[in-house]
């Protein structure tokens, strides 16, 4: 390989160096340790049930290297018709796919991305699937000129992804797509991409990422006539509107609008969607919906829409919710807030619920909700702060099983708060902020937070936590903020804060409170606590800032 990336001036032409790219390991298929490699794959493969060999054979729509998310991914599946409806245990389609990506996880198949919820193939993985889905006409996968030209005609699913940027392109009416159920769209191949008008059974479209702006062949204002449609991706498209005629779209299950700031609204006719699954959107300025909202009984996941009268009465009507994510704007009227209150505690599916904005009412909220024994995620950290540990958790302990992800702020954290949060089984991800501590010191438990891998807290003023040997053991991300005066007042002088005793920590992050210490100490404690890490044997990541800076000599 390093003779061939030699700089040779025999060869000139770029086209020349893709060959030579392409041919980069090509020498290998004969060697006998790469045939039993594959001959094992194969063997797990095959080894596979029915139903999970077709969804790992669709991964091929997604480049090499291309980190797939999880949720997305299932959706797909489901848009698809992979994922069989009316599920014996009751679960519902998303969960049923859950459980489909898991076991591809934990055969292997599959591997897990190492910060956020998506995975990827491994090379040689990708190399099979791509051959055994080529080789069953299951995705084909146009890449530039010499490919978009003479596709097969009988292909049911296409990936365009022109990795070669210089390539010129193929005009997009030389392909024949009227049977296409399938298109995945990767920038910058949108130039590929034929026209809505040219296809007739389409079920699955995603354009993310791709600049319509740009591409004057593909006007959304024909999506109306994909009728078959079931999955439509618009996410971070740069569209300024969404035309009227996807009321027409009457089996559409997941919407995905999400980046699109430019977008002023989506029209009243989306309430015709009553198949509608997922409706995705983080555009919070947005006016989503007039009267009949209520009426989307088939909505599973709703995320990133603006709190108004309406919208948050006719919540209550939507049983099937599971994700939920909303948000108040500043000038939000406590009825509407009261509102929310009342329509949350009539959803007994809930298994994630976020709020963001502006939240008056948390007391209210924290007093009357009954959490779903389903609950896994709360997150409330951008909308208000509770003046205590939310009501709820202490009271149904046994309806928190499930409850993997914790982020709040509160007026003042006690001691008690962290034994009973301690005691959540199922907790992974804590995140804590407190605006008026009062206790100055908080011990952790090494009984407690057994499942914890995330541990964020931040108090103000900042208060000392404690962590003795034991404790928190599988926590590999930890962020605090240290008082360095509040250590000297509580004698101490060593700076000691008990990094040493995580024995998991990958990445720390370290706020140093300098108020009320002279330049001397606080140079003193940034030093020691920098050295505290240097010196623990994970050699974790450290992000270590002071506050105030501490001055430079």
């Given at each position: 390989?390093?003779?061939?990336?030699?700089?040779?001036?025999?060869?000139?032409?770029?086209?020349?160096?893709?060959?030579?790219?392409?041919?980069?390991?090509?020498?290998?298929?004969?060697?006998?340790?790469?045939?039993?490699?594959?001959?094992?794959?194969?063997?797990?493969?095959?080894?596979?049930?029915?139903?999970?060999?077709?969804?790992?054979?669709?991964?091929?729509?997604?480049?090499?290297?291309?980190?797939?998310?999880?949720?997305?991914?299932?959706?797909?599946?489901?848009?698809?018709?992979?994922?069989?409806?009316?599920?014996?245990?009751?679960?519902?389609?998303?969960?049923?796919?859950?459980?489909?990506?898991?076991?591809?996880?934990?055969?292997?198949?599959?591997?897990?991305?190492?910060?956020?919820?998506?995975?990827?193939?491994?090379?040689?993985?990708?190399?099979?699937?791509?051959?055994?889905?080529?080789?069953?006409?299951?995705?084909?996968?146009?890449?530039?000129?010499?490919?978009?030209?003479?596709?097969?005609?009988?292909?049911?699913?296409?990936?365009?992804?022109?990795?070669?940027?210089?390539?010129?392109?193929?005009?997009?009416?030389?392909?024949?797509?009227?049977?296409?159920?399938?298109?995945?769209?990767?920038?910058?191949?949108?130039?590929?991409?034929?026209?809505?008008?040219?296809?007739?059974?389409?079920?699955?479209?995603?354009?993310?990422?791709?600049?319509?702006?740009?591409?004057?062949?593909?006007?959304?204002?024909?999506?109306?006539?994909?009728?078959?449609?079931?999955?439509?991706?618009?996410?971070?498209?740069?569209?300024?509107?969404?035309?009227?005629s996807i009321g027409r779209l009457q089996f559409l299950q997941v919407l995905d609008i999400r980046s699109n700031s430019q977008l002023p609204a989506l029209p009243p006719s989306i309430i015709k969607l009553k198949r509608l699954l997922c409706l995705q959107s983080d555009t919070y300025g947005m006016a989503i919906f007039l009267?009949?909202?209520?009426?989307?009984?088939?909505?599973?996941?709703?995320?990133?829409?603006?709190?108004?009268?309406?919208?948050?009465?006719?919540?209550?009507?939507?049983?099937?919710?599971?994700?939920?994510?909303?948000?108040?704007?500043?000038?939000?009227?406590?009825?509407?807030?009261?509102?929310?209150?009342?329509?949350?505690?009539?959803?007994?599916?809930?298994?994630?619920?976020?709020?963001?904005?502006?939240?008056?009412?948390?007391?209210?909220?924290?007093?009357?909700?009954?959490?779903?024994?389903?609950?896994?995620?709360?997150?409330?950290?951008?909308?208000?702060?509770?003046?205590?540990?939310?009501?709820?958790?202490?009271?149904?302990?046994?309806?928190?099983?499930?409850?993997?992800?914790?982020?709040?702020?509160?007026?003042?954290?006690?001691?008690?708060?962290?034994?009973?949060?301690?005691?959540?089984?199922?907790?992974?991800?804590?995140?804590?902020?407190?605006?008026?501590?009062?206790?100055?010191?908080?011990?952790?438990?090494?009984?407690?937070?057994?499942?914890?891998?995330?541990?964020?807290?931040?108090?103000?003023?900042?208060?000392?936590?404690?962590?003795?040997?034991?404790?928190?053991?599988?926590?590999?991300?930890?962020?605090?903020?240290?008082?360095?005066?509040?250590?000297?007042?509580?004698?101490?002088?060593?700076?000691?804060?008990?990094?040493?005793?995580?024995?998991?920590?990958?990445?720390?992050?370290?706020?140093?409170?300098?108020?009320?210490?002279?330049?001397?100490?606080?140079?003193?404690?940034?030093?020691?606590?920098?050295?505290?890490?240097?010196?623990?044997?994970?050699?974790?990541?450290?992000?270590?800032?002071?506050?105030?800076?501490?001055?430079?000599?």
């Open positions: 390989m390093a003779s061939l990336l030699t700089v040779d001036s025999t060869i000139a032409n770029p086209r020349e160096w893709d060959q030579v790219c392409d041919s980069i390991g090509s020498g290998l298929g004969n060697n006998p340790g790469v045939k039993d490699m594959r001959t094992i794959l194969s063997l797990s493969y095959y080894n596979l049930p029915s139903h999970l060999r077709t969804c790992l054979l669709y991964l091929p729509i997604y480049p090499e290297d291309y980190v797939v998310p999880r949720d997305r991914l299932i959706w797909k599946w489901i848009a698809e018709g992979f994922i069989p409806e009316n599920s014996k245990d009751g679960r519902s389609l998303f969960e049923v796919g859950v459980s489909y990506y898991n076991e591809l996880i934990s055969s292997c198949m599959i591997q897990p991305a190492e910060y956020f919820q998506g995975c990827h193939l491994h090379d040689m993985m990708l190399e099979l699937i791509c051959s055994l889905s080529s080789e069953e006409n299951f995705v084909s996968i146009l890449d530039h000129i010499e490919d978009s030209t003479s596709p097969q005609s009988n292909s049911r699913r296409i990936s365009l992804q022109n990795k070669r940027e210089n390539h010129q392109t193929t005009p997009p009416f030389c392909m024949r797509v009227t049977q296409v159920r399938s298109v995945t769209v990767f920038p910058p191949a949108i130039d590929l991409m034929p026209p809505l008008s040219s296809y007739g059974v389409l079920r699955v479209l995603d354009l993310s990422g791709c600049y319509l702006g740009g591409s004057g062949h593909i006007r959304l204002k024909y999506i109306g006539n994909l009728l078959h449609l079931r999955y439509l991706g618009l996410a971070n498209t740069k569209i300024c509107e969404l035309p009227s009267d009949g909202f209520g009426n989307l009984t088939s909505m599973e996941v709703l995320t990133g829409i603006p709190a108004s009268l309406n919208i948050v009465k006719e919540l209550c009507n939507l049983a099937r919710l599971r994700v939920l994510e909303i948000f108040f704007t500043y000038d939000q009227s406590l009825e509407v807030e009261g509102a929310f209150v009342e329509s949350v505690c009539k959803l007994p599916n809930i298994q994630s619920l976020t709020v963001q904005g502006s939240f008056e009412s948390m007391d209210l909220f924290s007093g009357r909700w009954v959490p779903s024994q389903h609950l896994r995620i709360f997150d409330w950290y951008n909308a208000g702060v509770f003046s205590t540990l939310p009501a709820w958790i202490r009271r149904y302990p046994s309806h928190l099983s499930n409850l993997s992800e914790l982020i709040i702020k509160v007026k003042n954290l006690q001691e008690e708060d962290l034994r009973v949060l301690g005691m959540l089984p199922s907790l992974s991800i804590l995140g804590l902020w407190s605006t008026h501590q009062t206790e100055r010191l908080l011990v952790i438990g090494a009984d407690a937070f057994h499942c914890l891998a995330t541990f964020i807290v931040h108090l103000t003023p900042p208060a000392q936590i404690i962590f003795g040997q034991g404790v928190l053991p599988r926590a590999e991300e930890v962020g605090f903020n240290f008082g360095v005066r509040l250590a000297k007042d509580e004698g101490n002088d060593d700076f000691d804060s008990g990094l040493g005793n995580l024995l998991s920590l990958q990445r720390a992050f370290l706020r140093i409170c300098c108020g009320g210490v002279t330049v001397g100490v606080a140079r003193k404690a940034e030093a020691v606590l920098r050295h505290q890490v240097d010196v623990h044997p994970n050699h974790p990541e450290a992000t270590i800032s002071t506050e105030p800076s501490i001055p430079q000599d």
